[in-house]
């Protein structure tokens, strides 16, 4: 299950305990003029050519850091899902952005209603496949993320949890991380795709 501000659904525990210096952005590279058929037209005299330009490239040690932090987000939340009323969002969220907010709404509404998500994660999964830097202290993920989770309400008459969800989904998330000074952390989380039922992911630690 998928949560509001978090995304909407289901979370697990782990959190970075690396130190990761303040990223550093590499200088953006410049492309050289194609020529041929896919070139552009050459140009007239007195005309100015313009170098098409790529985004500034990522400190790999910096992306990989990012990724570990939607990892460690991920496990936390699931954690927090399984225990709603031990958990403390506060902790794997960033202060900044209104993702913690959100999710500590979402996880005390489960704890109130009794509700949590079943200890078996049926193999639920997320996969950052692009990583984006902002600025130094800001970057922007978009991730694939398998949740089969369950949801368990109150026991019914036979004295078993009551199953209120145990569909198998898959959705395309946005997720904004900030770097405090020692760690990244989820700030502002949104679902932006349904990709349908069942796992329609790349193989987990896949970045495609």
């Given amino acids: 299950m998928l949560a509001a501000g978090c995304s909407d659904g289901t979370s697990a525990p782990v959190s970075s305990n690396t130190t990761v210096s303040p990223p550093n952005v590499l200088p953006a590279s410049t492309t050289l003029p194609v020529f041929g058929p896919d070139g552009p037209p050459t140009t007239l005299v007195g005309q100015t050519s313009v170098a098409a330009t790529i985004a500034p490239e990522i400190d790999p040690a910096v992306e990989a850091a990012v990724k570990q932090a939607v990892q460690d987000f991920f496990a936390a939340y699931m954690t927090c899902g399984q225990a709603p009323a031990q958990c403390h969002p506060a902790d794997f969220h960033s202060s900044r952005g209104t993702a913690v907010g959100q999710g500590t709404v979402y996880f005390q509404g ?65 997720q904004q991380l900030f770097f405090d000074g020692t760690d990244w952390k989820v700030g502002e989380a949104a679902t932006v795709q349904d990709l349908g039922d069942g796992n329609k992911c790349p193989p987990a630690g896949s970045t495609d």
Avoid at 118 to 126: A, K, N, Q, T, V
Avoid at 131 to 158: H, K, N, Q, R
């Fill in 110 to 174: 489960l704890a109130a209603r009794g509700e949590y998500f079943g200890p078996d994660l049926r193999g639920s999964y997320i996969v950052t496949q692009s990583v984006a830097l902002e600025d130094a202290t800001s970057a922007m993920t978009f991730s694939c993320w398998y949740d089969a989770t369950i949801l368990l309400g109150p026991v019914d008459a036979s004295g078993q949890p009551t199953v209120l969800n145990d569909k198998r989904i898959s959705v395309r998330e946005r």
